[in-house]
């Protein structure tokens, strides 16, 4: 358990911001050039402890990852059928990302493998992947039915392609599904309710995975090897992006320019809602990052009002709800969050934890099945408040403190797992009169 931190209101936050690289591209770049054969270089790899538990399952099963001085990754991967069986049990530490992906890659292997997580993995829905995966002919143990973490997969048979209708929008499911079906005997068609982030479709496609889409069906077409491109340079993260959006938005006397952000239209749902709530917010220097589209991002102070987020765009900001409710909370009139019911099983209950860790700030949040209700503008105070030891929560916390009168955070160390430096960025933008 690291220290609490401290932080007090400011009267205004300027400057530039360089993004961290985006957390699922990371994830996915070591992935698929661990399934090429020639080397690939990464650079503005996310080093996160999520990204790192990617990189550690990998190289266990004979990846080679070396990283240079500022930080830049060479891959050397085994080939499309090339990995090597691991010596002991593969831990995705607090990743989901890492285990529902990994699972159908290995799923898909001629050997045996187990996966674990800490506690906090431990105790999310892993069935959801694991359902699919089964009618591709893919063997997975786990407890409780085989729910949750651990999970032992089976040596597979010939995995058969497969067409699944998706009963909900889970990029992290899909993704599962696309990397166990490169190792199908036929092509696997996925049909979603509604879009999730595509940032694996965009880097198979990358690697010469042909993927076809036709409206909310996609069709992976297995390949016997990847083209891996010599270079990924990976966008900014517009999740950890997000949080700078909102507070340059609420709290008066800010500018923030912030670079290199990707601008994936399947995750750009949180500039959509903040414009939609009068958010100042400008988009330039727009440009390709091989299959990504980025650009910088000028936000502003501005006055904000509430609206309603409906089901339709949860897969586009689901990641963003915990500070578009600090948003919220400085708007006038009411916002409502529909269709978010996902969030319970994320790192932590997120809706319960938004509603009960701001409400310790003398925030007024009505939580519903599937979201929240907040009538704004309110009065926040400073308070003691804890993090759930999930990232998102404690910085949407410090937003929330630093825009009002402060606020101290237990368990702020969890920020590692996606923004790492954030509380010292978030020092050095502060102007303080």
């Known amino acids: 358990m690291g220290e609490n931190i401290k932080l007090s209101g400011t009267t205004g936050l300027v400057g530039t911001v360089g993004i961290p690289g985006d957390k699922s591209i990371s994830h996915r770049s070591v992935m698929l050039a661990g399934l090429a054969d020639t080397k690939v270089k990464v650079t503005n790899f996310l080093h996160s402890a999520d990204c790192g538990a990617t990189i550690a399952c990998m190289r266990a099963m004979g990846v080679v990852v070396e990283k240079d001085e500022i930080g830049d990754l060479a891959i050397i991967g085994r080939g499309l059928f090339g990995l090597s069986e ?64 651990p999970l032992a997969i089976s040596p597979a048979g010939q995995v058969e392609g497969i067409e699944y209708e998706m009963p909900v929008a889970s990029a992290q499911v899909k993704s599962a599904i696309l990397l166990a079906a490169l190792y199908a005997g036929n092509s696997s068609t996925i049909i979603e309710p509604m879009p999730s982030r595509d940032h694996t479709e965009r880097m198979l496609e990358t690697f010469g995975v042909p993927i076809v889409k036709n409206g909310r069906a996609i069709t992976l077409h297995p390949v016997q090897a990847l083209t891996a491109p010599e270079l990924i340079n990976v966008p900014g993260d517009i999740s950890s992006a997000a949080f700078w959006l909102v507070a340059a938005s609420i709290i008066p006397n800010s500018q923030l320019t912030l670079t290199n952000v ?63 409710a600090v948003a919220a909370l400085f708007a006038d009139g009411r916002t409502v969050v529909q269709g978010a019911e996902e969030l319970r099983v994320k790192e932590t209950d997120r809706l319960k934890a938004v509603a009960v860790e701001l409400g310790k700030m003398g925030a007024k949040i009505t939580e519903n099945d599937d979201g929240l209700s907040i009538e704004g503008p309110q ?55």
């Open 86 to 149: 691991p010596q002991d049990v593969l831990d995705a530490g607090n990743s989901g990302t890492t285990m529902r992906l990994l699972t159908g890659l290995l799923g898909a292997q001629q050997f045996f493998s187990v996966m674990t997580g800490d506690s906090s993995l431990r105790k999310r829905p892993m069935g959801r992947a694991i359902a699919p995966l089964t009618k591709m002919g893919i063997q997975i143990t786990g407890r409780q039915q085989s729910r949750y973490a």
């Open 262 to 324: 990707g601008v994936n239209p399947t995750r750009t749902g949180i500039l959509d809602v903040l414009k939609q709530m009068g958010a100042d917010i400008t988009i330039t220097n727009e440009r390709w990052s091989g299959r990504e589209p980025v650009a910088d991002i000028i936000v502003r102070s501005a006055k904000l009002k509430g609206v309603t987020i409906e089901a339709d765009i949860i897969p586009r900001l689901i990641d963003e709800i915990p500070v578009l």
């Open 379 to 433: 009065q926040l105070e400073a308070a003691v408040c804890h993090s759930h030891d999930d990232h998102r929560m404690a910085m949407a916390l410090a937003i929330a403190g630093v825009a009002a009168h402060g606020v101290e955070i237990q368990e702020p160390d969890c920020v590692q797992v996606s923004y790492p430096d954030f509380f010292t960025v978030l020092s050095a933008l502060r102007r303080d009169e």
